[in-house]
């Protein structure tokens, strides 16, 4: 199984300013990453396919970026809306589909 | 629109069993791979288990084997999770989860439903 790991766990962030998420794999994944939202009492939302691929609807300042096992999330400048929890999760080996812990985006 | 709709969770004591339901709607179901993942109170995102477009090929995660039973109904457009032997540990947010394209793989999940809670305790 192959296990993801984000970082940080929380990360503290002023509106306006850039956030950076990381998720590794315990081995490689080739581009076969997404990112979720998840925002409170809500579902999970698809941001990123292949790893840097926004889905429909995302807006520009959210881009994914990596390859293997090191990947990254960069908000460019955060708005009120994007204070929430991401995932990332691997879907190149499976079962299972495994996602990492998350990173929650907090208001600084 | 693209939808998908659980029910079926509640108030069960250990041991006992629910069946989910999720009813999917705007798409051609039959198409679809479909996958159930839990997440309880407070934590992060656990893949329970997936289903082909035809039915016949099923996966589970190790903690539900032999416990949870995937199904479908394409002519309902109905995904279905029987929950058996029921653990306090299996106390979660239950979301089915449909596979972003049909019959391509390896796929992500998108979109996904609001999610049931399911609550095992005595």
């Known amino acids: 199984e192959i296990v993801m790991t984000q970082s940080p766990a929380t990360l503290s962030v002023s509106p306006g300013e850039r956030a950076t998420l990381s998720c590794r794999a315990s081995q490689s994944v080739s581009s076969n990453l997404a990112w979720y939202q998840q925002k409170p009492g809500q579902a999970p939302r698809l941001l990123i396919y292949g790893a840097s691929t926004r889905a429909t609807g995302i807006p520009a300042r959210f881009s994914g970026s990596g390859s293997g096992t090191e990947f990254t999330l960069t908000i460019s400048s955060l708005q009120s809306e994007d204070f929430a929890v991401y995932y990332c999760?691997?879907?190149?080996?499976?079962?299972?589909?495994?996602f990492g812990q998350g990173t929650k985006v907090e208001i600084k | 629109q693209v939808q998908l709709v659980e029910s079926g969770g509640g108030l069960v004591k250990p041991g006992g069993s629910l069946r989910l339901s999720c009813a999917a709607s705007?798409?051609?179901?039959?198409?679809?791979?479909m996958s159930w993942i839990r997440q309880a109170p407070g934590k992060g995102l656990e893949w329970v288990s997936y289903?082909?477009?035809?039915?016949?090929?099923?996966y589970y995660a190790d903690s539900v084997k032999g416990r949870f039973t995937i199904s479908r109904d394409n002519a309902k457009n109905s995904l279905y999770l029987q929950m058996n032997s029921l653990r306090a540990e299996d106390t979660a947010v239950y979301y089915c989860?449909?596979?972003?394209?049909?019959?391509?793989?390896?796929?992500?999940?998108?979109?996904w439903g609001q999610g049931t809670l399911v609550t095992v305790s005595s």
């Open positions: 989860a449909r596979d972003a394209y049909p019959g391509m793989l390896p796929n992500w999940f998108d979109p």
């Open positions: 705007g798409f051609t179901f039959s198409d679809y791979y």
């Open positions: 289903i082909s477009s035809s039915g016949s090929t099923i």
């Open positions: 999760q691997q879907y190149n080996n499976w079962p299972p589909r495994t």
